[in-house]
């Protein structure tokens, strides 16, 4: 059985969008440009709906065509993506090394929330 084609790396605007688009699940580009000027109030919508278009073109969206706004969705769900982006990331910046991605993370400085998050999350997994 053949692999499925990697999907391209999204750049920093496109998972942007991805990070807005993961909740709604699927949405027009009205509907994804106004929840995106929530937090980025100069994005337009010609800009939204050109960045989906060429996301549906490069195959990180999906495009129902069958209403007269076209309704786009994530062709990739969102932990599978960011799995493979981490994967991608130990691979070239940690030469394969998942403990020094960790332990790189952890120098460049967490909560103590988050410490003791982390330090629940390794109890359980040793028992």
């Not at 709604?24 to 939204?48: C, I, N, S």
């Not at 990331?89 to 003791?116: H, N, P, T």
Request: net charge neutral.
């Amino acid at each position: 059985m053949a692999t499925p084609p990697e999907l391209p790396k999204p750049t920093a605007a496109e998972l942007d969008l991805l990070q807005t688009l993961w909740p709604l699940g699927a949405a027009t580009a009205r509907q994804v440009h106004e929840a995106m000027q929530k937090t980025r109030p100069d994005v337009t919508y010609a800009t939204v709906l050109r960045l989906m278009q060429i996301m549906h073109t490069k195959g990180l969206l999906t495009r129902d065509e069958s209403e007269r706004s076209h309704v786009y969705a994530p062709a990739q769900a969102q932990a599978s993506l960011q799995t493979n982006l981490l994967k991608d990331l130990v691979q070239k910046a940690f030469a394969g090394s998942a403990k020094a991605l960790v332990l790189a993370a952890l120098k460049s400085g967490i909560s103590k929330k988050e410490r003791a998050e982390i330090e629940q999350l390794l109890k359980e997994d040793e028992q």
